[in-house]
């Protein structure tokens, strides 16, 4: 099933994620095969880092960071940038990350998104299944749709109106003006990462599901 959002343009919908996320063998493989078993010292301890914390390598890095060795500090600096440098509520944050994802329809970036809400009990799967209606949904407040108008509009145009950023700048110091720019950018850069390259649900949101279920 699918829906549109405002402007009109095609989205993955809630259940379709869902879905996917449930049964990620169900969707096509990777356009390049996973690397399980990698090269180097460094790799292999986030390998098994990954598997420790997630319980499974995440696929982009079985398909990007074991072909390309070097690119391990980009997303390790992106990573530390969102743990200790970003000032703004993470609930706010998951959901100003998963809205070019819905956007774009990067089903591994909604899937993660889903899983940390679980994993870290931020309560947000009912505002990230209504993400895509965030302007007319009660779930969101001015100071979230003002944030969130923003990431749309740069991620569908890469640029806003004056408008936009007026209203945003209502809600939000310049620090965290550019928080949210940068917070975009980087999820844009995961999104333009993973399509290209066919990289899908890894079937997190199930996993952490399954995990609350048993607790």
Not at 188 to 207: K, Q, R, V
């Amino acid at each position: 099933m699918e829906m549109r959002d405002v402007t009109g343009t095609r989205a993955t919908s809630e259940s379709t994620v869902a879905e996917r996320s449930a049964n990620p063998s169900s969707e096509r493989p990777p356009r390049l095969s996973p690397i399980e078993n990698p090269r180097g010292l460094k790799l292999r301890l986030a390998y098994w880092g990954m598997r420790h914390w997630m319980g499974k390598v995440l696929t982009p890095v079985e398909v990007v960071t074991a072909r390309v060795p070097e690119s391990l500090p980009i997303t390790s600096s992106f990573l530390k940038f969102v743990a200790k440098g970003v000032t703004l509520d993470k609930r706010l944050w998951v959901l100003l990350g998963d809205l070019p994802s819905q956007i774009n329809g990067c089903l591994f970036c909604e899937d993660l998104a889903r899983a940390m809400s679980i994993r870290e009990r931020l309560g947000l799967e009912a505002k990230l299944d209504a993400l895509l209606s965030y302007r007319t949904s009660p779930l969101f407040d001015a100071r979230e749709r003002a944030a969130l108008a923003y990431v749309e509009e740069a991620t569908r145009t890469k640029r806003v109106s004056d408008e936009t950023f007026a209203t945003l700048r209502q809600h939000f110091s310049e620090r965290q003006v550019v928080e949210i720019t940068l917070l975009n950018a980087i999820q844009n850069f995961y999104n333009l990462t993973n399509l290209p390259l066919g990289i899908g649900s890894d079937g997190f949101c199930a996993l952490e599901g399954a995990k609350r279920s048993a607790r």
